[in-house]
């Protein structure tokens, strides 16, 4: 198949100037749209506008220019059947035998909090016409909707006048699966919105395409195959979008920590260092310096603390990096590394270091989805709802301390498994208990694992007490206040018991199970 023409309209520009110049001098005449027509125009490269071609302005804002049937017919028609030919001729449509096009970025702007209209505006319809078309008749038509094909489209243009049936072939997968994903932000969008921009809807039928983006050695045992995928679109502040600075490859494990790890580092405003073992934080600390914020969390449980995962709110540097030295880690992701620290942990080869830019970092987009045998279960991601409150149920209010002690607390056990218990202090954890079947053996794991005198703690609780006896194992270890959510049967008789032991109590209405 010999490329004659090309129909170019690309949103983004990148590398369309280099490859319309290759392909003008390889005798290729270019079509091309409104501001792709006009960058080329000015760069020197002949082109014929499409207004050209169709006899109609662009209207509408642009949101009708290339649908129309003198393009669509040069795209669509086959140059093996006469009729086809003949009605191109009659109806003044050229043959048009490459297609290169990219979408609007709808999944950014979707992502970007802007106002649904903006958003919408982004709703490309032109371009996936085009490019369904041209992969449809890809016998005939060539198709580009990846930047990162364009070398080697001009490579074989320039070398055969045309692409080889195997290059079209595999161009037109690559269309249709673009365009699938495509539609699928859109209606994913359009569910997550509701009826009417309302609240969020489950999708009557869910699609799942991600990205492989490498192999693992085995999963949560040697035995299980395994691989990680990505999300499309903004991975700022993930795991799926972190940097690999250093380090033997990560495992399926590591990768299920460090997102545990980092999704806890990001709730705070202040330098913050977290360690998590088993997906669960093992030690948290907010401070003036990450350094100090380090120290502070690996003094929680020391012995859990060795071979956890770290994750910072803040430059892991020099300081860290030795405090990290001391002891073993297994990874660490931070939003920058200095050079020091890279220096002095280099020799540390099989340490994970990961970069991830926490800066405009996005909440988690999309559904949580979790698989089980036979089917999966998807549900919201769990945020603390917007308009919150917290309501004081006993005798004795918190002191100004106890209530920076219990949002500290409440903070970090919604994100320790279930039934979670965390003592705290005002700015780092004192004992954890996770994972426990009845909710007093929590609290009393929580005390036994403290190494940490608990006196005048907080405690949180990330659902609540069903009987008096956690809030009183709570108060015999020395705790003084409590946040939990309420909602028991026996919440007169809990409280009874917070006000019998002077303790402060405050419900928060919100339940954060993690199962």
Request: charge should be neutral; hydrophobic fraction near 45%.
């Amino acid at each position: 198949m010999t490329v004659r023409r090309a129909l170019v309209s690309a949103h983004s520009k990148a590398g369309v100037v280099e490859l319309c110049r290759r392909l003008h001098r390889a005798g290729v005449e270019i079509l091309s749209t409104g501001g792709t027509a006009a960058l080329l125009s000015e760069a020197g490269i002949p082109v014929v506008a499409v207004e050209a071609v169709t006899g109609f302005p662009e209207m509408m804002d642009g949101r009708v220019k290339t649908l129309h049937p003198r393009i669509h017919g040069g795209i669509l028609a086959r140059r093996d059947d006469p009729r086809h030919r003949d009605e191109m001729e009659r109806h003044g449509a050229l043959p048009i035998d490459l297609v290169v096009v990219n979408l609007y970025p709808f999944g950014v702007a979707a992502g970007s909090g802007a106002p649904a209209g903006q958003v919408i505006e982004m709703i490309d319809i032109g371009g996936p016409a085009m490019a369904r078309s041209a992969a449809k008749n890809h016998e005939h038509v060539g198709v580009v909707v990846d930047p990162a094909e364009y070398g080697r489209v001009a490579e074989e243009i320039e070398a055969t006048g045309g692409l080889s049936p195997a290059t079209r072939w595999r161009l037109a997968a690559a269309a249709f699966r673009a365009t699938a994903d495509y539609d699928d932000s859109i209606s994913r969008w359009l569910s997550d919105r509701g009826e009417a921009g309302g609240e969020p809807s489950t999708p009557a039928r869910l699609r799942l395409d991600l990205e492989r983006a490498f192999t693992l050695r085995y999963g949560e045992n040697p035995h299980q195959a395994a691989a990680f995928y990505r999300d499309p679109g903004d991975l700022r502040g993930t795991i799926a979008g972190a940097e690999v600075l250093q380090g033997k490859q990560l495992s399926f494990n590591n990768i299920l920590d460090l997102d545990a790890a980092l999704a806890l580092a990001r709730e705070f405003d202040e330098p913050a260092a977290v360690l998590v073992k088993h997906m669960n934080p093992c030690g948290v600390a907010r401070a003036g310096t990450v350094a100090e914020a380090f120290a502070r969390a690996r003094e929680t449980d020391p012995v859990s603390a060795f071979g956890s995962i770290v994750a910072l709110n803040r430059a892991l540097d020099g300081d860290v990096a030795r405090l990290v030295a001391d002891g073993f880690i297994e990874a660490a992701v931070a939003p920058e590394f200095t050079s020091d620290a890279l220096d002095l942990l280099r020799a540390r080869k099989n340490l994970r270091l990961l970069r991830t830019e926490l800066s405009g970092a996005q909440a988690p987009a999309g559904w949580d989805v979790r698989r089980i045998r036979g089917g999966v279960l998807l549900q919201s991601w769990d945020q603390e709802p917007a308009g919150a409150t917290w309501r004081i149920v006993t005798r004795r209010p918190p002191t100004p301390a106890e209530r920076r002690a219990l949002a500290f607390a409440w903070t970090v056990v919604r994100h320790v498994k279930s039934n979670a218990i965390v003592f705290t202090d005002q700015d780092r954890t004192l004992g954890i208990g996770a994972g426990q079947m009845s909710r007093v053996d929590s609290v009393n794991l929580a005390r036994t694992k403290a190494c940490a005198d608990l006196r005048g703690s907080a405690v949180g609780s990330d659902a609540f007490f069903p009987f008096r006896d956690g809030v009183d194992a709570a108060a015999a270890g020395g705790a003084t206040a409590v946040v939990q959510p309420g909602g028991s049967v026996r919440d007169d008789e809990v409280i009874a018991a917070a006000d019998e032991h002077d303790m402060a109590m405050a419900f928060t209405g919100v339940r954060h199970f993690r199962h």
